[in-house]
């Protein structure tokens, strides 16, 4: 589902062509949530998705998801707490790494120099880091905020 809205709703809502990243934004919450193994499983799936509406190379947004989720995953909910200023960082730290695998992989496919991954990364990684923490805002204003605690008896 997420990848169908990063293909079809999130170019409309894009500012100077930075775009937020929702199967990354869900890859993480569900990789902090199961673990590393789902998370792995569910990288792979999402960035098998990804590479099938992308004319880059097949397989190289598969890998950088499967790592992402599998980093992510080692955060895991159930052994240890996050708190909000953590999960903002380890957000970023999940957009660079998928950004520079993917970019890695393209170096080494196209032979080219890795002059412009720092670039890269400034102009285009970290804006959209930003742009999708606007949209992680809303699970967790949703857990902490809106929904309100159960009761138990």
């Known amino acids: 589902m997420c990848v169908i809205l ?14 937020p ?3 990354l934004l869900v890859l993480f919450y569900l990789a902090i949530r199961f673990g590393m193994m789902p998370g792995t499983y569910v990288g792979f799936f999402l960035g098998l998705g990804q590479d099938l509406f992308s004319p ?4 190289q ?10 980093v992510c995953g080692i955060f895991n909910v159930r052994v ?31 032979d080219a120099g890795a002059g412009t991954l720092f670039i890269d990364i ?11 923490l606007v949209f992680a805002l809303i699970p967790f204003l949703w857990v902490n905020i809106i ?6 008896d």
């Open 6 to 19: 990063q293909s079809t709703l999130v170019p409309h809502i894009a500012i100077m062509s930075i775009k």
């Open 21 to 23: 990243d929702l199967p």
């Open 56 to 59: 880059s190379l097949l397989g």
């Open 61 to 70: 947004n598969a890998l950088a998801m499967s790592v992402v989720g599998f």
């Open 80 to 110: 240890m707490r996050l708190d909000p200023v953590m999960r903002v960082v380890l957000i970023v730290v999940a957009f660079l790494a998928n950004d520079i695998i993917v970019a890695l992989v393209h170096i080494v496919k196209s």
């Open 122 to 132: 400034l102009v285009v990684t970290l804006p959209r880091a930003a742009y999708t």
């Open 147 to 152: 929904k309100p605690p159960r009761m138990v």
